[in-house]
């Protein structure tokens, strides 16, 4: 019997068990200090602060998971994994992690309201906030140059200035790609959420706060995160809706 005959249930148990894994690494400091080069038990657990044994355990662990390689005591990431976890890489793995450390919280939720049908409120997704953050190195890096840029007349048009709304935009990182790029327009973002960003605060009335990503940039974008209250929006909206907008200052 060879691997590829194992019940999908073994394959899928261990990648469980490797991203929790990978997760204990990211909340204890090993994965940052073995990204930062390779070394021994010794050498990681002196950069991470932590304890030897374990941290030798972690290490032959992510090396069985495929993520590290071995070689007479010396530890060292994959390529792959060196990649996966780089700036660079368009999905952000941290975020994932983040996200499926905090989701357990509604499982229990989810059991009842697969039971009930009723759904689950959304003051219980909180707990998915870490997720947010996924997409943000794909817009960072894709959103302007290739799909704005594959429309044609669209990147003129933002450039000359142009109200744009964008629905569903979690943390907002579309939004203040484009009110980088595009510092004539105008981008608010409706969401059923409130805010799901560190940099993004919520209030019931007009809060201003810098988004970090704009301190790179040689143009500040400022964030206007407001209640939308009027009473022409729907009552969905009027609860629960939030808005940001990117402008220049
Ligand atoms: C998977 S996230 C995607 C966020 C963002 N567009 C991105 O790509 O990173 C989905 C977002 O949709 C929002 N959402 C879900 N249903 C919505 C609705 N009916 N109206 C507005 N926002 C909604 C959620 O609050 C969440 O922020």
Do not use: K
Request: with cysteine.
């Amino acid at each position: 019997m060879s691997d590829d005959d194992l019940p999908p249930f073994f394959a899928h148990l261990g990648g469980t068990f490797a991203v929790i894994l990978l997760q204990v690494g990211r909340q204890t400091g090993l994965l940052d200090a073995v990204l930062a080069g390779g070394g021994t038990a010794t050498d990681i657990a002196g950069r991470a602060g932590s304890d030897l044994r374990n941290t030798d355990e972690w290490l032959r662990g992510m090396t069985v998971a495929g993520y590290l390689t071995h070689d007479d005591g010396v530890f060292a990431p994959t390529q792959m994994t060196a990649t996966t976890f780089s700036p660079a890489f368009p999905v952000s793995a941290n975020s994932v992690l983040d996200g499926l450390w905090a989701a357990p919280q509604v499982y229990d939720d989810v059991v009842a309201a697969v039971r009930s049908g009723g759904g689950i409120p959304s003051e219980r997704l909180v707990a998915y906030a870490p997720f947010a953050g996924v997409n943000t190195p794909t817009y960072e890096q894709a959103l302007v140059g290739d799909w704005i840029a594959a429309v044609p007349g669209l990147t003129e048009r933002l450039a000359a200035g142009a109200r744009v709304a964008e629905i569903a935009p979690g943390n907002g990182a579309a939004a203040a790609v484009l009110g980088r790029a595009f510092p004539a327009s105008t981008v608010v973002g409706y969401d059923l959420a409130t805010s799901r960003s560190g940099t993004a605060t919520r209030g019931p009335c007009l809060t201003r706060v810098r988004s970090t990503s704009s301190t790179a940039s040689t143009r500040s974008t400022t964030w206007a995160i407001r209640w939308l209250s009027w009473p022409a929006y729907d009552d969905c909206w009027r609860r629960m809706a939030w808005c940001c907008s990117a402008r220049p200052t």
